[in-house]
């Protein structure tokens, strides 16, 4: 027989109301109580009917995290971090994927506003005035993406970028391009403002393009194209499409050309030649995305941008240009 609030209120010696109020309202019930409450209903096996306590705090105890392209290895540990800091809030998290639609970002979120306490939104595509009035509806937190007012996680991808131009440069290269991502990408839009921000460089954009593998197979020609001895790629799957696209029009990377790739990702660590890279903290991104959604959906007053250093990784798709 499974066991109930009654049983728990027993054990503990307490009227049922604090042993309900343990769970949806604890700020109501003396510390100690409360611990020996929780202490007894972990060693009865309770678990509180969340539907219920839906019904009492109006509270459904889940969040939404919604991401352009799940099939993206960036995206993964980002989730994994954030359902694990959820679940030590005794939150749920619902994944959703809006295969790079920001029609389809709209209508999730508004499927979503019903079922979640608050949503975290991943890169997304939708228009600064579209995501303002959906917030009116629901908490948001955005992750790499800036909209004035709204909380915010970045990961730096500015001062990555410098830092990949910079050993770009540092080996001889002198004419980069930089091939970007989605158009109205904020992580595109950062790496271009901080690549032409660097002097004694000759830096040419390439792109919009898809932030796929077939997105840096079909970027190669331009590259090949534009010059460029050294080229930053909007992500890793950009930049190992990329590699391949060169190979197959005779251009080897790094004898010829120098790749260097964003995120961090497995893929990049086992492809040949080895992808040098700017590394993404994700797994940082997602823990503290939730504590500012959760914030926000106590106190509705989370504000805020914090921001998280990212770092160059040099390996093998790199070098020195060719004189």
Request: hydrophobic fraction near 45%; glycine fraction near 8%; aromatic fraction near 4%.
């Amino acid at each position: 027989m499974a066991v109930t609030i009654r049983d728990v209120a027993r054990a503990s010696g307490v009227h049922v109301s604090t042993v309900s109020r343990s769970f949806s309202a604890p700020h109501l019930v003396n510390p100690e109580t409360r611990t020996r409450v929780l202490a007894v209903a972990e060693d009865l096996g309770y678990r509180p009917n969340r539907a219920a306590r839906a019904l009492t705090t109006g509270r459904t105890h889940n969040l939404g995290l919604i991401v352009a392209d799940i099939a993206n290895p960036f995206f993964p540990p980002l989730i994994k971090a954030a359902q694990a800091q959820a679940r030590l809030r005794d939150y749920h998290v619902f994944v959703a994927d809006t295969d790079e639609d920001p029609k389809a970002e709209e209508d999730l979120i508004q499927t979503l506003t019903k079922q979640v306490d608050g949503v975290l939104l991943c890169s997304p595509r939708l228009t600064n005035r579209t995501i303002e009035r959906l917030r009116e509806e629901i908490p948001f937190v955005l992750v790499n993406r800036r909209v004035k007012g709204m909380p915010t996680v970045l990961m730096d991808v500015g001062r990555g970028a410098r830092l990949a131009v910079e050993h770009l440069t540092e080996l001889g290269h002198r004419r980069l391009a930089v091939v970007t991502g989605p158009s109205g990408s904020w992580t595109s839009k950062e790496m271009q403002e901080a690549a032409a921000a660097m002097n004694e460089v000759d830096v040419v954009f390439l792109g919009p393009n898809p932030p796929t593998v077939a997105g840096g197979l079909a970027a190669a020609a331009d590259v090949v194209a534009s010059g460029a001895t050294g080229v930053l790629a909007y992500n890793d799957l950009v930049a190992i499409g990329l590699i391949e696209g060169l190979a197959e029009r005779g251009v080897e990377v790094p004898r010829d050309v120098s790749v260097i790739g964003v995120d961090d990702i497995v893929a990049g660590r086992l492809s040949r030649p080895k992808l040098t890279t700017i590394a993404m903290p994700t797994a940082a991104a997602g823990r503290i995305a939730v504590d500012m959604l959760l914030q926000s959906v106590d106190a509705e007053a989370a504000t805020g941008v914090t921001m998280l250093e990212t770092t160059l990784i040099v390996r093998e798709s790199t070098g020195e240009a060719r004189t």
